[in-house]
């Protein structure tokens, strides 16, 4: 069995951080801790779905660490409808490329091609953490 498979069957719940329920924050920074060994990333878990300006300036904090670039897995998929960032997902291989993500309108995680998800929003970008054998950003270590 896949570990997708796994993050299929947990229910959406707002603020959750763990395999009893995920937000998209939640899910997206599991997968990134337990499947592509980032750094646990900060929780966020007070931050309400609904509060896209909070939502983005969670975003700003995290970004710094984070690297523009492609589509492929291990990358979080951010969209977004003007500057404002309004979900979030992980990009996955599961056969092929895709993008896990939850939330309260699908009532749990679900895979969807990176073309049908960036459809969903006026912008979308990729980012990926990039880190060194002692866990450091890559671009901490550049400074």
């Given at each position: 069995?896949?570990?997708?498979?796994?993050?299929?069957?947990?229910?959406?719940?707002?603020?959750g951080r763990d395999m009893h329920g995920f937000d998209c924050w939640g899910l997206v920074r599991d997968v990134l801790y337990r499947q592509?060994?980032?750094?646990?990333?900060?929780?966020?878990?007070?931050?309400?779905?609904?509060?896209?300006?909070?939502?983005?300036?969670?975003?700003?904090?995290?970004?710094?660490?984070?690297?523009?670039?492609?589509?492929?897995?291990?990358?979080?998929?951010?969209?977004?409808?003007?500057?404002?960032l309004?979900?979030?997902?992980i990009v996955v291989n599961n056969g092929q490329t895709q993008v896990l993500h939850t939330g309260r309108q699908y009532g749990k995680p679900l895979l969807t091609?990176?073309?049908?998800?960036?459809?969903?929003f006026q912008r979308c970008e990729f980012f990926h953490h990039e880190c060194n054998s002692q866990n450091l950003p890559q671009q901490a270590r550049a400074r």
């Amino acid at each position: 069995m896949h570990w997708i498979n796994d993050y299929l069957t947990v229910p959406y719940v707002d603020g959750g951080r763990d395999m009893h329920g995920f937000d998209c924050w939640g899910l997206v920074r599991d997968v990134l801790y337990r499947q592509f060994k980032t750094p646990l990333l900060e929780s966020f878990g007070h931050v309400c779905p609904d509060n896209k300006t909070l939502l983005t300036a969670s975003y700003l904090q995290v970004v710094p660490d984070f690297l523009s670039g492609p589509c492929k897995p291990g990358a979080v998929a951010c969209g977004f409808s003007g500057d404002c960032l309004i979900h979030v997902g992980i990009v996955v291989n599961n056969g092929q490329t895709q993008v896990l993500h939850t939330g309260r309108q699908y009532g749990k995680p679900l895979l969807t091609s990176p073309r049908a998800f960036r459809r969903l929003f006026q912008r979308c970008e990729f980012f990926h953490h990039e880190c060194n054998s002692q866990n450091l950003p890559q671009q901490a270590r550049a400074r």
